[in-house]
């Protein structure tokens, strides 16, 4: 079992940053693919980013490339979400996930799917202003 919480959503406005902070408690954290999810009001929950056991692989949705950085600090149980140039279009509540589905670590496909993921977070929000 695995919990997830997410902090760091928060106000900011057109072109700001924000650092998404999931914390996860158990011992097997580094054995977990890990993703960004985001899901605006109205909408279906869509894939940002996610990020493999050790942190070498990355992968994100196109509307996040070279703005977005995901990363994991395994001793600390702890994935990160660098968001910068925020657009009003990246309001959203965000969630991590965990997973240990076979291939997230080292599949796109497989990581971009909400299916793929075992544990989620309860969500943060991020809100961008113009």
């Known amino acids: 079992q695995v919990q997830l919480v997410e902090s760091g959503g928060g106000l900011v406005q057109v072109g700001g940053s924000l650092r998404l902070s999931c914390a996860a408690s158990g011992r097997t954290f580094s054995s977990y693919a890990m993703g960004w999810f985001r899901q605006a009001s109205g909408k279906e929950r869509e894939f940002v980013a996610a990020v493999s056991y050790s942190g070498a692989i990355t992968y994100y949705t196109d509307s996040v490339k070279g703005r977005f950085t995901i990363s994991r600090d395994n001793p600390k149980n702890t994935v990160y979400l660098y968001m910068g140039s925020l657009k009003p279009e990246d309001t959203a509540v965000y969630y991590c996930?965990?997973?240990?589905?076979?291939?997230?670590?080292?599949?796109?496909?497989?990581?971009?799917?909400?299916?793929?993921?075992?544990?989620w977070g309860q969500g943060t929000r991020v809100t961008v202003s113009s």
């Open positions: 996930a965990a997973s240990r589905v076979s291939g997230a670590a080292t599949s796109s496909t497989i990581a971009r799917r909400t299916g793929s993921y075992d544990y």
